[in-house]
């Protein structure tokens, strides 16, 4: 990764905050909560969320402050080979726009966590936020499913804290849901979960603990996502 590489995400993201934050308040009535959550942190955030449509990525970043701290806002993508169709190559995965908006591909079948988020890892000791879905893709029944072990591995290779994200009614939204506004999206930022939240003080973590942190992560984004109901 060269040195530069935070710049085309900041730039692209920068751009287009304000006429996403708008279309996306007046097509879906965006409501953000506990954006105190993130008051006091510092730069060099792993943000985890529930994961059902391909907005998701763009709804984290219209929801925080323009100009903030916390951008640009780096993802966690498939790797290019999962999608077969090219258009979907070079929009949602490791291609060419996806790749300036921030998205870095996951080593798939390699059985190492250090190697799968190789740069993953650099953007976050860079202090920069990232952006995962635990689940590892979206759901397709409204039911969430197991988390992965990345998103803890990460928290204890950085050291850095994780943010849970819970959003609503992303879930099969289509175009005429969103252009006709018959659907209201609330995302809810959790209270950063730190190591001892994660791992209770191990001191000795194995690749259980990362699966069994992962999913006390997963725990509090569904919290999150049925306060977004209430």
Do not use: C
């Given at each position: 990764?060269k040195?530069?590489?935070?710049i085309?995400?900041?730039?692209?993201?920068?751009?287009?905050?304000i006429?996403?934050?708008?279309?996306?308040i007046?097509f879906?009535?965006?409501?953000?909560?506990?954006?105190?959550n993130?008051?006091?942190l510092?730069?060099?955030?792993?943000?985890?969320?529930?994961?059902?449509?391909?907005?998701?990525?763009?709804l984290?970043?219209?929801?925080?402050?323009?100009?903030s701290?916390?951008?640009?806002?780096?993802y966690?993508?498939?790797?290019?080979?999962?999608?077969?169709?090219?258009?979907?190559?070079?929009?949602?995965?490791?291609g060419?726009?996806?790749?300036?908006?921030g998205?870095?591909?996951v080593?798939?079948?390699?059985?190492?966590?250090e190697?799968?988020l190789?740069d993953?890892?650099?953007?976050?000791?860079?202090?920069?936020?990232?952006?995962?879905?635990?689940?590892?893709g979206?759901?397709?029944?409204?039911?969430?499913?197991?988390?992965?072990?990345?998103?803890?591995?990460?928290?204890?290779?950085?050291?850095?804290?994780?943010v849970?994200?819970?959003?609503?009614?992303?879930?099969?939204?289509?175009?005429?849901?969103?252009f006709l506004?018959?659907?209201?999206?609330?995302?809810?930022?959790?209270?950063?979960?730190?190591?001892?939240?994660?791992?209770?003080?191990k001191?000795?973590i194995?690749?259980n603990?990362?699966?069994?942190g992962?999913?006390?992560?997963?725990?509090?984004?569904k919290?999150?996502?049925?306060?977004?109901?209430?």
């Amino acid at each position: 990764m060269k040195k530069l590489y935070y710049i085309p995400p900041l730039f692209l993201q920068t751009l287009i905050w304000i006429p996403a934050r708008l279309v996306l308040i007046f097509f879906v009535g965006l409501k953000v909560r506990g954006i105190e959550n993130l008051k006091g942190l510092e730069k060099g955030i792993i943000f985890a969320s529930n994961h059902a449509n391909a907005l998701d990525p763009i709804l984290l970043p219209a929801s925080l402050p323009f100009l903030s701290k916390f951008m640009p806002m780096f993802y966690t993508s498939r790797e290019n080979t999962f999608y077969k169709r090219l258009w979907m190559r070079i929009f949602f995965s490791s291609g060419l726009f996806f790749k300036a908006w921030g998205s870095y591909a996951v080593a798939i079948g390699v059985h190492n966590y250090e190697e799968s988020l190789r740069d993953h890892i650099k953007i976050l000791n860079d202090k920069h936020s990232l952006f995962i879905f635990p689940e590892g893709g979206t759901t397709k029944d409204r039911n969430f499913k197991e988390a992965k072990g990345g998103v803890a591995f990460l928290a204890h290779k950085t050291n850095f804290p994780v943010v849970p994200v819970g959003i609503n009614s992303t879930y099969k939204i289509s175009w005429e849901n969103f252009f006709l506004r018959k659907r209201k999206i609330v995302l809810n930022i959790g209270k950063p979960m730190y190591l001892k939240d994660i791992f209770d003080d191990k001191k000795e973590i194995t690749i259980n603990d990362y699966k069994l942190g992962a999913n006390k992560i997963m725990d509090e984004i569904k919290e999150l996502y049925k306060e977004t109901s209430q």
